[in-house]
């Protein structure tokens, strides 16, 4: 909340969000209670479901305790899933690089638990190529874990923000919004957004110039 | 009540005759005739089913009926699943003789038994494991193996030296140790003996695809059409004898047209004797009563009778040895042994695992410890072995026989038939590190375990391959080397209850889809595996809690939505077992959990109901 609204641009000059572009996308989460970045991420998955192609879903096991396993009914309807269990981070990076190697999968997603030695600038390199090669999408979702080296070609950090109101009852959470902070990318500028699930993929709206210093936000506002 | 009488016995009627009545209200509303091809087939089924009866009752007629008439030779065949084409050669014989049916004189007698004969093992057994220990007593001092007797401990085994000495098995410890006071006494390990004996039949296998254990110092193998591996049956009996022997095994072999022929030749016939279906008859004759597999109380009636020898036995009438016999077991009747023995009973060798219908081994030259370097060549034989029958393996075993008599062998699976070499190859990538070899292997074994009916085919107009294969290739390499467990697909399930709800099924095993699952509400993106407590403040009877303590972090409730109260399934859960409310909530930082309350206040059903936190939203 801190400096959202402090130069808000309208969304429509901001195409909806999603996996077209396929290449190594890192979410990282602040919290592992929170879903925003599991919400933020099969948002876009719009483009796979159409593909009817599977998604290869590999957790580790610290993941699958801390903050659980993928429950289909609650993802986007018609998507097939193919889900991994490991124990350790080196496994989840070979299943990635096995699922990128097959033309049949729509994207891979591995899900890792804090700052394994494994996962360093050559591995995040290797699925980076990878993935750019065979077209596939690759997404890392990271909890509890710090933003070290990395080849991925977006970064972001993804966190929960109050749900727009319910029209039909008050009390009542409707569509999520989640905050958006896009900290690094190539071939994009970073920034940061309040984003929301669209029919087509993530709406991104009220971007937030990152190089607007926080203290000159405050003065703006206050 | 008429009326429905009457349509009752219509609709009997009907059906009595071969004929469909659609019955809907109370009304016949058409009733025709079915045509007679339905009456044909009924009358085709019933006859077929007598056909079969009258072919089981002639079928069982030899073994069943009474022993005075002479039955036809059978051929003593392993019980084989199919007799199609084999990659070993072994197995290629084995086609034929069960293609080719009918016993007659000519195939009866052309199976190739090798029973093997370890009389000491128990003592080598012991031998060896004292030799790697560096324990190896002396060859002249006296050991023997005990094992407990109803009078105190009974000698079971005896080496070389106590046997010089004068002791022999079944005495008492006690008195052989008066006999030789610097007797060494070692307790005997039956269950050792017996477990080993198992490890040494699969090793066995190296020879042949079939082998069994036979009691509990002998193994029999069928080699029928693998001799010629081995340079002739004279040159497999040797090399039987000499690998075993560099192992510390004294064993003595013969190789006989039937069962019944090489136990007895192996343990009462001169060394490495091999009778043919010609000197069958010759060579058993001069054999004592017990090469028969009787008991002893019936060698010492047939003994007092007079009969000493196998040749004995078969010159007395038939009809005299059943009358007596007739009506024996089988270890006491001498009639149905001699039988076995000339093979006109049939005994096959029942291998407890039924023998590949693909394999290929690679044999070497001297021990090595590696097997990857030939795992390339096996496949692509073993590929070309399947595509030849229009085959693809769905479960593959190598299997690796090592110098010192142990067997070691790993195993991969496919989730659809396959035979393209390097994918087969590849699903072992990791796992032959885990294989032990042990001292050195020589012998390697692919073969492919379970293995589907796969015809080349053309999956789309366009050319391209098809995706399902890419796919179960990826889930083939997956579940190699992080375990079919591990890779899973969600199945759908009959089910309100949310963990219940969906099935985490084996990608590997193909599962059909389940049932379209059950129309929800809104349902969370993650749903964790066991629900948490979680510690509820201000909770009142109606609406969810103002804040709870989940994993030692408050949160307090902004909003929500709910209850969807869910019931127990009560032929399913145990009684006792609360509804569920399950409420949306959303936290002050606006963080979406899925929470229920397990019950409701003034239930009765025991304690204030419970919060646990289940799933959450995105």
Redesign the interface.
């Known amino acids: 909340m801190r400096s959202l609204l402090a130069t808000a641009s309208p969304a429509s000059d901001l195409p909806p969000l999603t996996l077209a572009e396929p290449t190594l996308a890192e979410f990282f989460s602040d919290?592992a209670?929170?879903?925003?970045v599991?919400?933020?991420v099969?948002?876009q998955l719009a483009a796979v479901v159409a593909s009817g192609?599977?998604l290869?879903w590999v957790q580790d096991r610290m993941t699958?305790?801390e903050?659980?396993?993928?429950?289909?009914?609650?993802?986007p309807s018609g998507l097939?899933?193919?889900?991994?269990?490991?124990n350790r981070a080196v496994?989840v990076l070979?299943?990635m690089e096995?699922?990128l190697?097959?033309?049949?999968?729509g994207a891979v997603l591995g899900e890792v638990w804090g700052d394994p030695p494994a996962l360093d600038f050559t591995a995040t390199k290797r699925l980076a190529l990878r993935a750019e090669a065979r077209a596939i999408p690759a997404l890392l979702i990271r909890r509890a874990a710090h933003p070290d080296l990395s080849a991925a070609r977006q970064r972001w950090r993804i966190?929960?923000?109050?749900?727009l109101p319910?029209p039909d009852?008050m009390?009542?959470?409707g569509a999520?919004?989640?905050q958006a902070d896009l900290f690094r990318a190539r071939g994009r500028p970073p920034g940061q957004w309040v984003a929301s699930?669209g029919d087509a993929g993530v709406t991104l709206s009220h971007h937030v110039h990152m190089n607007t210093a926080p203290d000159s936000a405050t003065r703006a506002t206050g | 009540m008429k009326d429905e009488s009457a349509q009752r016995i219509l609709t009997f009627t009907a059906q009595r005759t071969g004929a469909a009545a659609c019955v809907h209200m109370g009304n016949v509303i058409e009733l025709r005739p079915v045509p007679l091809p339905a009456a044909h087939a009924r009358l085709a089924r019933a006859r077929a089913t007598l056909v079969k009866a009258e072919a089981t009752l002639v079928h069982r007629e030899p073994s069943q009926a009474s022993p005075l008439l002479t039955p036809p030779l059978r051929a003593s065949r392993p019980v084989a699943p199919s007799g199609t084409v084999m990659t070993r050669p072994a197995t290629d014989a084995q086609g034929n003789a069960i293609s080719t049916g009918p016993t007659t004189d000519r195939i009866a007698l052309s199976r190739r038994i090798v029973s093997l004969h370890l009389p000491d093992f128990a003592m080598n057994r012991w031998l060896r494991w004292a030799t790697a220990r560096h324990e190896a007593p002396p060859d002249e001092l006296p050991v023997v193996l005990a094992t407990e007797g109803p009078h105190g401990p009974v000698v079971s085994a005896t080496n070389r030296a106590a046997i010089l000495a004068g002791l022999n098995r079944g005495a008492r410890v006690v008195d052989m140790r008066a006999l030789c006071p610097t007797l060494r006494v070692v307790r005997a390990d039956p269950d050792g003996d017996h477990a080993a004996l198992k490890k040494l039949m699969l090793w066995a296998r190296r020879w042949c695809p079939w082998t069994a254990t036979d009691g509990a110092d002998g193994i029999v193998m069928d080699t029928t059409g693998s001799d010629h591996l081995w340079g002739g049956e004279a040159a497999l009996l040797r090399e039987i004898e000499g690998s075993l022997g560099v192992l510390g095994f004294n064993a003595r072999v013969a190789m006989a047209p039937t069962h019944g022929a090489a136990w007895a030749l192996a343990r009462f016939g001169p060394l490495r004797t091999i009778a043919t279906s010609d000197t069958l008859a010759t060579v058993t004759a001069p054999l004592p009563a017990r090469a028969l597999r009787l008991d002893a109380d019936t060698v010492l009636l047939l003994q007092r009778l007079g009969l000493k020898s196998v040749g004995d036995i078969a010159a007395v009438p038939r009809l005299s040895l059943a009358r007596r016999f007739a009506k024996t077991q089988l270890s006491h009747n001498p009639l149905a042994r001699l039988d076995q023995l000339q093979g006109r009973t049939a005994e096959p060798v029942s291998a407890t695992q039924e023998a590949p219908r693909f394999a290929v081994q690679v044999k070497l030259a001297e021990p090595v410890q590696d097997p990857t370097p030939y795992l390339p060549d096996l496949c692509t034989a073993l590929c070309t072995a399947l595509a030849d029958a229009g085959f693809g393996a769905r479960k593959l075993t190598v299997t690796i026989y090592r110098t010192d008599a142990e067997v070691s062998q790993v195993t991969a699976a496919t989730a659809r038939a396959s035979r393209d070499p390097n994918h087969l190859r590849r699903l072992f990538d990791d796992k032959l590190e885990r294989i032990d070899p042990g001292y050195g292997f020589e012998l390697i074994t692919l073969e492919a375990s379970a293995a589907e009916d796969m015809r080349a085919m053309q999956s789309r107009l366009d050319g391209r391959a098809d995706d399902g294969a890419a796919l179960a290739q990826m889930v083939d390499r997956l579940s190699a080397r992080l375990g079919p467990q591990s890779v899973r697909t969600p199945t759908p399930h009959a089910s309100h209850i949310p963990e219940r709800s969906l099935a985490w099924a084996m990608a590997l095993s193909q599962a059909p889809r389940g049932p379209d699952p059950l129309p929800v509400t809104e349902r969370p993106l993650r749903l964790l595996d066991t629900p948490e407590e979680i510690r509820v403040l201000y909770a009142v009877p109606e609406g969810p809690p103002a804040q709870f303590v989940w994993r030692r972090v408050p949160h307090r409730i902004a909003r929500f939505a709910g209850p969807e109260r869910i019931a127990p399934e009560w032929w399913n859960d145990r009684p006792g077992t609360r509804l569920r409310d399950y409420y949306k909530i959303e936290d002050d930082i606006g963080r979406r959990f899925w929470i229920y309350r397990d019950g409701i206040y003034g239930d009765d059903r025991g304690a204030p109901p419970l919060w646990f936190m289940h799933g959450v939203f995105g």
């Open positions: 919290s209670a929170d879903g925003a599991t919400g933020f099969c948002a192609k599977p290869l699958q305790r903050a659980g396993k993928p429950y289909p009914p609650g993802l097939r899933l193919i889900l991994v269990t490991v496994d070979w299943s096995e699922g190697h097959c033309d049949a999968l966190a929960s923000l109050p749900a319910e009852d009390r009542a959470p999520p919004l989640w699930p």
